[in-house]
């Protein structure tokens, strides 16, 4: 099933996937999901957030198991992080339906819109909004690079921008399961294709505004300079310092230089930090260190600097009941993992587990992301016996 939607957003260049949420990529794999839920039988409903839902059993149901994740991707991303996890969800179908199961719970396979936040700059928008953790309003009003809302881009393809908010489906979910390619390499030490998640960290990102004068590159003496870019350097550094000292991750990877000439000072920088730490008070901690280290670095340069959280979430504990119950099952070690998750949000509502499939070279957000074929059928294999375990049989 991976193979279809192989070079779907895939850069010729770089060999990443680019698939920014409502782009045309998005869009074709929309296409490819609707096609794999009616091959199935599955009853396709999509929420005013754009949430794409496949049921197995009465879609009107309650207390039913959700899996599934995203097909959407960060820039130049790779192949596994989102679509293995909805490809392994449609892989247990097939093999339950293929032994004669009958579900005594609806299943249902989710594709969540814009869990990356690539385009828009919140991550998880999808299920923020069907959990009623972002503001419609909010949301609506995001833009991308264009300087296009969410509002005009969802108009534009076709959706009404007055649905999207809280949503009715999630009422009727008893549990969620994700599963997901590791994004390190926790299972490659201890020696195992799959392993059940415990927490994930607390984690957010920021914007930093530095705004400085525009002024000619030669003509004006380095003492002169009011360049807010000097003051980002810094805070970069500082970043890399204080997170270092922390056990903690700190990046700069998205920046905005304005007029953007290479013989002009820049009058503005704009620069989005992610950062994230093992708990919340620690991540308080660091960002209010970095926001001092920036706002240090600009008095001295005579500029200035604004930091305004986009989005933060907090710690996520999964189900201990669930957890330990999967962990047995499946006889896998449990881990925690530094990246946020549609299950991460959704925790909060209702019970929710997730199952990691190992990654041998821990990399991820980048091209060379890879699961071996053999590890991803341990996965499928893995996820199917869950939903066996927690869909019983009718």
Same mark, same amino acid.
């Given at each position: ?126 299920? +923020? #909004? $069907?959990?009623? %953790?972002? &503001? ?5 009003? *995001?833009?991308?690079?264009? !300087?296009? =809302?969410? /509002? ?88 890399? +310092? #204080? $997170?270092?000292? %922390?056990? &903690? ?5 998205? *920046?905005?230089?304005?007029? !953007?000439? =290479?013989? /002009? ?89 997730? #199952? ?20 991803? /059928? ?17």
């Amino acid at each position: 099933m991976l193979a279809p939607i192989a070079d779907v957003g895939r850069h010729p260049g770089t060999g990443g996937y680019r698939r920014s949420a409502w782009s045309d990529a998005d869009m074709a794999l929309r296409e490819w999901f609707a096609g794999e839920a009616r091959q199935r039988g599955l009853v396709l409903v999509e929420d005013g957030n754009g949430n794409q839902l496949a049921w197995w059993g009465a879609e009107d149901g309650h207390d039913a198991l959700l899996l599934g994740s995203h097909l959407d991707s960060v820039p130049d991303g790779g192949a596994y992080d989102g679509p293995l996890g909805v490809v392994s969800s449609f892989a247990a179908v097939d093999a339950l339906q293929r032994e004669g199961f009958r579900p005594a719970r609806p299943v249902v396979v989710a594709n969540f819109a814009d869990e990356e936040g690539a385009r828009f700059g919140v991550a998880c928008a999808g299920s +923020r #909004l $069907a959990a009623g %953790a972002l &503001a419609p309003e909010r949301a609506l009003a *995001l833009t991308d690079r264009d !300087g296009r =809302t969410m /509002a005009e881009v969802v108009r534009a393809r076709g959706r009404d921008p007055l649905a999207v908010g809280p949503a009715e489906w999630l009422t009727r979910v008893g549990t969620f399961v994700e599963l997901h390619v590791e994004q390190g390499r926790s299972l490659v030490h201890d020696g195992a294709a799959v392993g059940v998640a415990s927490a994930i960290w607390p984690h957010g990102r920021w914007r930093f505004d530095f705004r400085g004068e525009a002024n000619h590159a030669g003509a004006t003496p380095m003492p002169d300079r009011h360049d807010p870019v000097q003051a980002f350097a810094a805070t970069v550094l500082a970043a890399r +310092r #204080l $997170a270092t000292a %922390a056990g &903690a991750r700190a990046t700069f990877g998205r *920046l905005d230089v304005e007029p !953007g000439g =290479t013989n /002009a000072i820049p009058s503005r920088v704009q620069a989005w930090l992610d950062s994230r730490a093992a708990g919340e008070a620690d991540l308080a901690e660091l960002v209010a260190a970095i926001t001092a280290a920036a706002q240090t670095a600009a008095e001295d340069d005579g500029t200035s600097v604004e930091v305004v959280a986009e989005s933060v979430s907090p710690a996520v504990s999964f189900d201990a009941g669930l957890r330990d119950r999967l962990a047995t099952l499946l006889d896998a070690p449990v881990l925690p993992t530094g990246a946020g998750h549609d299950a991460g949000v959704l925790s909060p509502l209702l019970p929710t587990a997730m #199952l990691f499939v190992r990654n041998p070279t821990g990399v991820s957000h980048a091209p060379s992301e890879f699961a071996d074929d053999d590890d991803c /059928a341990a996965g499928v294999e893995a996820l199917t016996a869950v939903v066996r375990d927690l869909a019983g049989a009718s």
